[in-house]
């Protein structure tokens, strides 16, 4: 599966939709329909346009699919519905059945099923991502949504939906200014990194993780942030003909290795630190091994490239 880093293009053109049948009221909640989880919701032309609505607190995931031209779609379909759900309100998944909505995929321009489209403040956030996928990769694509909305300090949450089932609420928990409210123990650090105050969001995070150890949503915080103040203000082609210009110097090659992250480069990012811990020794390699060990905590340990990752890093050290 493609990496894909968000973007912020144009807002969606849902003129021919409108003309076919009306949107659903603003601010009312997607239906409940055909089943799904607490972050999961089965589209149609009455409430695609409150869906899109709720993109506007955080991620939407579009996921398109045909029962009768593609029945792996539709199993895909469930499981980007599952992996919404591992998420606690960071995603939406958005099923749409071109079969009983082809005014949704006609006014989509939607080439062919499965076909995957994150929607961010009512616009497209990746370029499509088409084919079918297994559970395991597109675990390993939310994993890196998760990253960059970390990095760019976007913290709005869905809240789970009031039927009990298929589908969040358009707006989430809101606070008295209408804003959605952050989780209270991240929003110091989230809030931080939203005003580019990367110093502030490592100390806050660094807070949480030393009260509970056991926090695991703050320590990847803490280690994305800390690769986000370790990168501050470095020139990306600069650091890379460095890096190639010693392959073992340790400080320019662990730069690159976080790049890399910042880029979703996250298995570079990983072989670049292995192939390292094979020619080096000593203090060296343990100064390598827990950079690469930090990367592992910022991508979160149970995604596959991180377990994929510490077998080469097993295989390197022995």
């Known amino acids: 599966m493609t990496q894909q880093p968000f973007s912020r293009p144009g807002a969606i053109d849902l003129s021919a939709l409108k003309q076919q049948r009306p949107a659903a009221p603003a601010g009312s909640a997607p239906a409940a329909s055909g089943g799904g989880t607490a972050y999961s919701v089965t589209v149609d032309e009455a409430n695609f346009q409150t869906v899109l609505e709720a993109s506007m607190t955080a991620p939407v995931v579009l996921v398109f699919h045909s ?3 593609s029945p792996e779609s539709t199993e895909m379909a469930r499981d980007v519905a599952t992996v919404a759900d591992e998420y606690d309100g960071r995603f939406l998944a958005a099923s749409i059945d071109v079969d009983a909505s082809p005014q949704i995929a006609q006014a989509m321009q939607i080439p062919q099923v499965p076909l995957m489209l994150v929607i961010l403040d009512g616009r497209p956030a990746t370029q499509p991502i088409p084919g079918a996928a297994p559970i395991d990769d597109i675990r390993a694509l939310f994993n890196q949504l998760a990253q960059q909305l970390t990095a760019q300090g976007i913290a709005g949450r869905h809240q789970p939906n009031a039927f009990g089932g298929a589908g969040a609420g358009a707006g989430g928990a809101e606070g008295e200014d209408g804003e959605p409210e ?3 123990r991240y929003a110091p650090a989230q809030e931080a990194l939203a005003a580019g105050d990367i110093d502030a969001a490592v100390a806050e995070y660094q807070k949480l993780a030393d009260a509970n150890p056991a926090d695991h949503e703050a320590a990847a915080g803490l280690s994305m942030a800390k690769v986000l103040q370790r990168t501050q203000g470095v020139d990306l082609n600069a650091a890379r003909a460095a890096a190639a210009a ?7 090659q662990t ?3 976080d790049l890399d992250m910042l880029g979703g480069h996250v298995e570079d990012a ?5 192939e390292l811990i094979r020619r080096t020794a000593g203090k ?3 100064r390598v091994r827990e950079h690469l060990i930090g990367l592992f905590g910022a991508v979160g340990n149970d995604d596959p490239r991180v377990l994929k990752g510490r077998q080469a890093l097993a295989s390197a050290l022995f």
């Open 67 to 69: 029962p009768t031209q």
């Open 284 to 286: 060296d390699r343990d």
């Open 182 to 184: 952050l989780d209270p």
């Open 255 to 257: 730069m690159v290795a």
């Open 246 to 252: 010693s392959p073992d110097d340790i400080d320019a």
């Open 270 to 274: 990983f072989a670049r630190l292995v």
